[in-house]
């Protein structure tokens, strides 16, 4: 077996979804557009808000990953939009659009054979890329899983039901 192959495999996975769980594409299909400023229950933030969280988050990360001299957002205010600003069409979709090219991004940096999962990072020592990439999909796969119910506590189903 083909243990490197087999990771990328299976990290490739987990970054798309849909194993265990709802994909990002399923979590934003059909989002209706008059709902994306509506406030989550007993919360601070919209579901534009959460969307624009996380496409700034992968970003970041990816940003770390490819580029020595990003410098990461103020934390946490710099992770989020401002907390009243309010979403268009066009910011919601360019939110759903960014996230999905960074996260192709990403998915390239898993499937590249030249990409050293564990070797130290050059200008981070401290980091390896395997960390990152882990991070990047269980910081997705919980925020789709929060649209998710979101979408159920506010009842805007998504279009596939589990």
């Known amino acids: 077996m083909d243990v490197d192959k087999a990771m990328r495999q299976e990290l490739l996975a987990l970054l798309r979804g ?12 059909g989002f209706p557009m008059e709902e994306i ?3 989550v229950p007993h919360g601070s933030y919209t579901v534009w808000h959460l969307l624009d969280h996380m496409r700034i988050v ?6 770390f990953v490819r580029n020595p001299r990003h410098v990461s957002p103020d934390f946490p205010g710099g992770y989020w ?15 759903v659009e960014g996230f999905r090219a ?3 991004a990403v998915q390239q ?6 990409t050293d999962f564990f070797g130290p990072m050059p200008h981070a020592k401290e980091y390896v890329i395997f960390r990152e990439m882990l991070l ?4 997705n796969a919980f925020h789709v899983g929060e649209l998710v119910a979101l979408r159920r506590v506010l009842n805007l189903k998504p279009v596939k039901e589990y």
Do not use: C, Y
């Open 109 to 114: 940096i898993v499937q590249n054979p030249q």
């Open 81 to 95: 939009p401002p907390p009243d600003e309010q979403a268009t069409r066009t910011k919601w979709e360019k939110s």
């Open 58 to 63: 992968q970003w970041d990360i990816l940003e």
């Open 37 to 39: 400023n509506r406030k």
């Open 136 to 139: 990047v999909a269980d910081h």
């Open 18 to 29: 849909g194993n265990a769980h709802m994909t990002f594409d399923e979590a934003v299909s």
């Open 102 to 104: 960074d996260l192709a």
